[in-house]
């Protein structure tokens, strides 16, 4: 089930009124390489499995 408009603007805006506008930048950039280190870890791991 995916999320609706409302549901993820609600939570952009609890986010923003969290780390308010000054931060949020820095906050987008960490989550995105989060993200980044998370998806090249599962290839790695899947990758692992492969050779096995």
Same mark, same amino acid.
């Given at each position: 089930?995916?999320?609706?408009?409302?549901? @993820?603007?609600?939570?952009?805006?609890?986010?923003l009124i969290?780390?308010?506008?000054g931060? %949020?930048?820095?906050? @987008?950039?960490?989550?995105?390489?989060? %993200?980044?280190? %998370?998806?090249?870890? %599962?290839?790695?791991?899947?990758?692992? /499995?492969? /050779?096995?």
């Amino acid at each position: 089930m995916a999320p609706s408009f409302w549901q @993820i603007l609600l939570v952009l805006v609890i986010i923003l009124i969290l780390f308010g506008a000054g931060k %949020l930048p820095v906050v @987008i950039k960490q989550l995105g390489k989060g %993200l980044q280190s %998370l998806r090249s870890s %599962l290839k790695d791991n899947s990758k692992r /499995k492969k /050779k096995k």
